[in-house]
């Protein structure tokens, strides 16, 4: 069973910057595909990014393309999220998961997910 563990939320200024880090534990995950997800309360949880296993491509969503960056250490089993330039409409739980498929942004698809992490961007 692979589980997951999102790190690295918190409250950052608009403008500011995070880095999340999605742990993986009890598989490898070289031969997955990771995503970051968000969900607001009220909201469907809204793909963001991902990317392929081996480095091999990557996605993002329009509201975050040219702010945010996806990658991967294998050798950590950890992905990562940089995000730079945050706006206040990008506060939200930040999810991560991961399937042995090709990547997308589509939450259905994904099968093992982390509990989530708060972002919060206020002045």
């Known amino acids: 069973q692979l589980q997951l563990v999102e790190s690295g939320g918190g409250l950052v200024q608009p403008g500011g910057s995070l880095r999340l880090s999605c742990t993986a534990s009890?598989?490898?995950?070289?031969?997955?595909?990771i995503g970051w997800f968000r969900q607001v309360p009220g909201k469907e949880r809204e793909g963001i990014s991902s990317?392929?296993?081996?480095?091999?491509?990557?996605y993002y969503a329009d509201s975050v393309k040219g702010r945010f960056t996806i990658s991967r250490d294998d050798a950590k089993n950890t992905g990562y999220l940089q995000m730079n330039s945050l706006k206040p409409e990008d506060t939200a739980v930040y999810y991560c998961?991961?399937?042995?498929?090709?990547?997308?942004?589509?939450?259905?698809?994904?099968?093992?997910w982390g509990q989530g992490t708060q972002v919060t961007v206020a002045s």
């Open positions: 998961a991961a399937h042995q498929a090709p990547n997308g942004l589509l939450p259905r698809d994904y099968d093992d």
């Open positions: 009890g598989q490898t995950l070289e031969h997955h595909a």
């Open positions: 990317i392929a296993s081996g480095n091999s491509g990557a």
